[in-house]
């Protein structure tokens, strides 16, 4: 049924080693995805809770 599964992740990027421009890059990945209709949503931020989604 249309809207009953939601999946949703917090990755840790620090762990990962990436850099920019030599800058570690040290912040949580949000993610968001719903199989059903193929969204997905993915934003950086900087702590684990409620208001960064």
Known sequence: ???????????????LGITL?????????????LPWSGLMHANGCWEEKASSL
């Open 1 to 15: 049924m249309t809207g009953r599964l939601g999946i949703s992740d917090f990755t840790a990027l620090g762990r």
């Open 21 to 33: 421009n030599q800058i570690k890059i040290d912040y949580l990945l949000y993610y968001f995805h």
